[in-house]
């Protein structure tokens, strides 16, 4: 059985970039666009690896973390930020929130996956 | 920098005092009470402080209507920059995230039929990709070797019963020594007819001769002799069996003769056809074995472009987040203005009109390096850092 990603993103090109890399990797995914959203989705779903961006409208990809590791059966999904954001001071934040990798937009899908490969949950 | 400098020269006073507006009055009484003093209140002292006093209140009145004047021509400037920046403001703002929001959903759609050639690319690739190009190779392969081998195998039967035919043909030839040593026994027993009719012909004449006593003689001598005939007639006609059998032994070797040549020709025209069909055959599956690995190296080198284009297409995300940022530090500029004219309505000064707080708010929303770069400006000349590429982390 497939495992399941969310990709949490307002950009709906980077939605479908990284939806179609996964798909391709033999990935399930589903789509959230922004923060709130993605929680409405996660419900009753057994998602095996989160990707979000971190500047969304309505909710922000940081505070999304922070909800996501504050429900008990997503405590331990490991969750890849993907954003435009570079600075330090923002990684220190989301590794704080709960995050397992920062990667910066733009992105090589092979590069993502890589990194997908060896986060998710088996 | 220069602009600010600027503005710092322009704050000034937006009102006159009340002291301001009553110098010119209270000069004009004062200068009419110095002159009733020095004239000693003669006429023409009175006639000149009157005229003092007159003249200051005029320059009062004057001083007066001016304020007025400039009280309403800075209420109209305060609400020109107000109209100004609410007019603008949301024009600015609106055309930004109009063209934000087409370029995302155009860029969005067009992902989004990248994204279903990729997907149909994949599949495509899938069915025929490298392991099923190898299957349908080894396919063709085996269909080839059976085809060759079958085909090999109808040409063996044909050989095979050639074979048999030859050795049935020789077998046959074989019965010609049998059929000209019957001959021989033939010409043997009509040979012994032929000589026992001379000794029956002899016996007769001697049985003649030997008179009365010889009749019996004479007797079996006749019959020696109509056996003899008999066995001499039986001679012949074995002979003409025989010759009869050879002459269609050979009648039927020399017949045979000819259609083994021609069966030789048919097989060695099927071996001929057989192996130009075979070989045509493998040239088809190996063009079209070719074929298939050049639309499969095709279809992948396109879908690598296709997938590369995905990735380029990403910067409209960033595009779009500039944008954003711009669109929203437009948006606050009239509250921005507005507080800006109440404050020097309030202090009674022009201020200076200060970009250091929006520009702040709009530093504040960045997000990428690049943003913060253009924000300082160009330094010594050097442009501003490029997009980073496969920038990753793991915390």
């Known amino acids: 059985m497939a495992k399941t990603i969310l990709i949490v993103d307002d950009s709906a090109s980077v939605r479908q970039v990284v939806g179609i890399a996964l798909k391709g990797a033999g990935y399930d995914v589903i789509e959230g666009r922004d923060g709130q959203d993605a929680l409405t989705k996660l419900t009753g779903q057994k998602v095996h690896l989160i990707v979000s961006d971190v500047n969304m409208p309505n909710m922000d990809g940081i505070t999304f973390v922070k909800n996501v590791k504050a429900m008990p059966a997503y405590r331990f999904t490991p969750v890849i930020m993907l954003t435009t954001e570079s600075q330090e001071g923002k990684k220190r934040e989301g590794q704080a929130a709960g995050a397992k990798a920062w990667v910066v937009k733009p992105f090589q899908p092979a590069m993502l996956l890589a990194a997908v490969e060896k986060l998710v949950l088996p | ?395």
């Not at chain 2, 009145?61 to 609400?79: G, H, T």
């Not at chain 2, 600015?92 to 039929?113: N, V």
């Not at chain 2, 063996?156 to 019963?161: N, Q």
């Not at chain 2, 033939?186 to 029956?200: C, F, I, K, M, P």
């Open chain 2, 1 to 395: 920098m220069a602009i600010q400098e600027s503005n710092m020269n322009l704050n000034l006073k937006l009102n006159p005092t009340n002291a301001q507006l009553l110098a010119a009055p209270a000069v004009g009484v004062l200068g009419g009470v110095a002159c009733l003093a020095v004239s000693t209140a003669s006429l023409a002292g009175a006639v000149c402080a009157v005229a003092l006093v007159g003249g200051g209140a005029a320059a009062g009145w004057v001083a007066v209507k001016a304020r007025q004047s400039k009280d309403e021509a800075l209420r109209l400037y305060f609400m020109g920059h107000r109209a100004f920046s609410a007019d603008v403001a949301p024009v600015w703002s609106g055309q930004i995230e109009a063209s934000r929001s087409q370029m995302e959903d155009a860029i969005a759609a067009l992902s989004e039929r990248f994204g279903g050639i990729v997907q149909k690319l994949g599949q495509m690739l899938s069915e025929s990709g490298s392991g099923g190009g190898a299957t349908s190779d080894a396919a063709a392969a085996a269909l080839y070797a059976d085809s060759q081998q079958q085909l090999q195998a109808v040409v063996a039967s044909l050989r095979d019963a050639m074979q048999s035919k030859a050795q049935m043909l020789d077998k046959v030839q074989g019965l010609q020594i049998f059929v000209g040593e019957l001959h021989e026994m033939a010409d043997g027993v009509s040979r012994l007819a032929q000589q026992t009719n001379l000794l029956a012909i002899n016996a007769a004449i001697e049985a003649a001769h030997a008179g009365e006593s010889g009749r019996g003689f004479s007797q079996v001598a006749q019959e020696v002799r109509a056996l003899s005939r008999a066995s001499g007639e039986t001679g012949r006609l074995i002979a003409s069996k025989t010759g009869a059998i050879r002459t269609a032994i050979d009648e039927v070797r020399s017949v045979a003769e000819v259609t083994r040549s021609q069966e030789q020709q048919v097989v060695a025209v099927s071996e001929t056809r057989i192996r130009d069909v075979l070989a045509q055959f493998q040239g088809l599956t190996g063009s079209l074995a070719d074929s298939a690995a050049f639309l499969r190296d095709e279809s992948a080198g396109i879908q690598a472009e296709v997938n590369d284009a995905l990735v380029q297409l990403q910067f409209q995300d960033r595009v779009s987040q500039v944008l954003a940022h711009v669109r929203d530090n437009i948006t606050r500029m009239p509250d921005v203005m507005q507080d800006h004219c109440d404050a020097c309505e309030r202090d009674g000064d022009l201020q200076p009109l200060e970009a250091a707080g929006l520009l702040k708010e709009l530093e504040a929303t960045y997000a990428m390096a690049s943003e913060r770069d253009i924000h300082k400006g160009p330094a010594d000349g050097k442009a501003a850092a490029p997009a980073p590429q496969n920038e990753i982390t793991f915390f």
